[in-house]
Each structure stands twice: as structure tokens, then as C-alpha cells.
């Protein structure tokens, strides 16, 4: 089964920017959409971007489009997420996951999961 190992996480304030990474160990990850979701203390993980296995499609969530942008370089089995204009309701534990399919679908087709690296926005 593919893991997934996020990174690039960190304290910063609201104003600064974050990339997160994402590294798949398997070179079939190339081939099914890719998110990455957050999770908030107390509320429920949302999706906050996703992207198609060729990287031409991308979904947003509201409360991020225009800020945040997600990407991946299939070469070398990686997504990247990079937040602009961050927010302290940005705060979450940021997942990286990998869809089931090639296309972006519905968040229960994301099935496999990496551990999480947390985003902490101060004021």
C-alpha cells in the first residue's frame, strides 16, 4: 500500500505563507488524484484542495480559493500545497491523501491517508 509522508508544516502568522509537500512511495500514485484535507480541534476534516492525476484539473475549497494552490510533479511522486495570506482559521492539521480514481470525485474516494503535519496561525 502507498504511504504518504507530508511535510513543511509550522507556527506562522496570519499574513506569511507554508508550502506543504507530499511524497508518495510509489510510483503509482502518479496515476489517481491526490488532496490534501485539514482537520480543526472539534470540527470535521474538510477538503481543501484536489487535483486530477495530470494536474490539469484542480477543486478548491471556498475558504481557500484564491489563496491557497495545489500542485504535483509526477516525476517525482509529489503534491505541494502553497498557502498564501494564511489565516488563523487556517490552523489544522493538514492530511495529504490519494483518490481512488484519476479524476477528482467525491472525498470518501480518497482512501489512503499520510500522517498529517500541522499548521499553526498565529494573530
Known amino acids: 500500500q502507498v504511504q504518504l509522508v507530508e511535510s513543511g508544516g509550522g507556527l506562522v502568522q496570519a499574513g506569511d505563507s507554508l508550502r506543504l509537500s507530499c511524497t508518495a512511495s510509489?510510483?503509482?500514485?502518479?496515476?489517481?488524484?491526490m488532496g490534501w484535507f485539514r482537520q480543526a480541534p472539534g470540527k470535521e476534516r474538510e477538503r481543501v484542495a484536489a487535483?486530477?492525476?495530470?494536474?490539469?484539473?484542480?477543486h478548491y475549497a471556498d475558504s481557500v480559493k484564491g489563496r491557497f494552490a495545489i500542485s504535483r510533479d509526477n516525476a517525482e511522486n509529489a503534491v505541494y500545497l502553497q498557502m498564501n495570506n494564511l489565516r488563523r482559521e487556517d490552523t489544522a492539521v493538514y492530511y495529504c491523501?490519494?483518490?481512488?480514481?484519476?479524476?477528482?470525485?467525491?472525498?470518501?474516494?480518497?482512501?489512503?491517508w499520510g500522517q498529517g503535519t500541522q499548521v499553526t496561525v498565529s494573530a
Open positions: 510509489e510510483n503509482t500514485a502518479r496515476k489517481y488524484a
Open positions: 491523501a490519494m483518490s481512488q480514481w484519476a479524476l477528482v470525485t467525491e472525498s470518501s474516494d480518497f482512501t489512503s
Open positions: 487535483i486530477s492525476w495530470s494536474g490539469v484539473t484542480t
